[in-house]
C-alpha cells in the first residue's frame, strides 16, 4: 500500500507532517472527485493530502498510522450506496465520521488530443461512474468494450500513458488538466441531479454539537421476526428523529441476515439522541455507532448560526427569569 504525496514521490507513516498539518488520506490518484472534496472540507495550507489507489487502502492507512484522516465516497445519488466504504466501516473499522461533503458530480469522456468521438471503441472508468452514464454510452457510443479502473482519475492516466488509442475515459473535467486528454463530451451522465456524499473519518473522536448535526449507526436484529423493522423505526418515531437514510445490508453471516445502515438528523450529545440509541443498544443483537458530525448542504452554515442565536437568546431569558429569584433570608 503506497501513498503519493503533492509531490510525486512515495509517502507514509515515515513523513514528518509536524509543519504541514494533517495527512489526510484520499481516494486518488490526483484528479479524482474524492480530492475535489479533500478540499471542500480541508483549507489546501491546513493538511498534507495523500492519494492511496483503493478505498480500502485509503482506510486501512488511518488505521495503521500512515496518516490521520480518511475522507472517501459513501452515496451517489444515482447508484447508491458505495458498499466498499461502508461495509468497511462497518465490518472492519473502528473509524468514526468526522465531516461529510456532498459534490455536483459532472462526468466527461476523455481521450488523447485529437481523438474523435467516432473512433471510440472502449471506454474505461470507475464502475459508479460507468453506470452514471449508461444512457449516453448506449446513444452515442453504441456497444463498446467496457473496463473498470480502481478510480476516474486513475482511467484518465491509464488513457493517458497506456491504453491505447480509441479508449477514452469517463472522468472529471481536473483530470483531463492532470493528464493532458482532450474532452470528447461533457456532462455525459444520465441524470442533471448527479451528487456524490463523502465522509472524512478518524480514530477516536466524535465532533462537537453544532444544532445541524447527523448521526450514523448501524442496527445488528437480535432474530427476524415479523415486525422486527418497525421495533427499530418506532425508536426514532417516538422521538421525532428524522430519518435521512435507510438501508438494508447483507449481515454476512448467513443468507437472509440483514443488518440495517441508518442516518438520522442529530448529535449524540443530544438527550433525545442518547435515549434513541441507549434503548436500541439494549433491545437489539447489535448497534454500531459510526459518528455524529455536521450534517453538510447549503443550508448547514445558516442553519447553524441560527441555532447559535437561538441558544444565545434562550439563556439570555433564563438569566433574566432568574433574577427573579428571592434571594434566601439572612441567617
Known sequence: MEAKGRDGTP????????????????????????????????DKGSCWPLAFPTIEDVLRAVEEGAAEVAVVPIENSIEGTVSATLDHLVFESELLIQAEAILDIHLFLLARRGAALDEVHS???FPHATAQCR??????????????ANSTADAA????????S??????????????????LAEAIEDFPGNQ???????????????GHDKTSIVCFQAEDHPGSLHEVLGQFSARSLNLTKIESRPAKRSLGDYCFSIDFEG??????????????????GGCKFLGSYPAAGESGPSRRQEVSSRRAAARQWLDGLRGFITPPPAA
Open 267 to 284: 448529535h449524540v450529545a443530544d438527550q433525545l439522541v442518547a435515549d434513541c440509541l441507549t434503548e436500541l443498544h439494549a433491545s437489539l
Open 123 to 125: 471506454v474505461i472508468s
Open 11 to 42: 509517502t507514509g507513516a515515515r513523513y514528518d507532517t509536524s509543519a504541514e498539518g494533517r495527512r489526510v488520506a484520499f481516494f486518488g490518484p490526483q484528479g479524482t472527485f474524492t480530492e475535489e472534496a479533500l478540499f471542500q472540507l480541508f
Open 157 to 164: 492516466r491509464l488513457v493517458a500513458e497506456e491504453l491505447p
Open 135 to 148: 444512457r449516453f454510452i448506449h446513444e452515442k457510443l453504441g456497444d463498446p468494450k467496457i473496463e473498470a
Open 166 to 183: 480509441g479508449t477514452a475515459a469517463i472522468a472529471p473535467r481536473l483530470a483531463a488538466e492532470v493528464y493532458g486528454l482532450e474532452v
Open 196 to 210: 456524490t456524499r463523502f465522509l472524512a473519518l478518524a480514530p477516536g473522536s466524535v465532533p462537537a454539537p453544532t
